[in-house]
């Protein structure tokens, strides 16, 4: 793995990987389904950690920028 995951993305890893291997997926199919469920609630930081998304993290601090009414 890259950076070191969370607990609770370890366990979204593993809970996807074994799903999709047991709906009969090849296993590096299944490593690329579990991996893109991580990715959809975490990104790996310049820090190179994992962080959940939305959280406030030093690296994310980007204006919002809303549109008129």
């Known amino acids: 793995?890259?950076?070191e995951?969370?607990?609770e993305?370890?366990?979204i890893f593993a809970a996807a990987f074994k799903a999709a291997?047991?709906?009969g997926m090849s296993e590096e199919g299944a490593r690329q389904i579990a991996w893109n469920s991580v990715k959809n609630q975490y990104?790996?930081?310049s820090d190179r950690k994992w962080h959940a998304k939305g959280e406030v993290t030093?690296?994310?601090h980007k204006a919002v920028?809303?549109?008129g009414n």
């Open 1 to 3: 793995m890259k950076g």
């Open 5 to 7: 995951l969370p607990q």
């Open 9 to 11: 993305a370890q366990q």
């Open 21 to 23: 291997q047991s709906d």
């Open 43 to 45: 990104e790996e930081g």
């Open 58 to 60: 030093a690296q994310h």
């Open 65 to 67: 920028t809303s549109g």
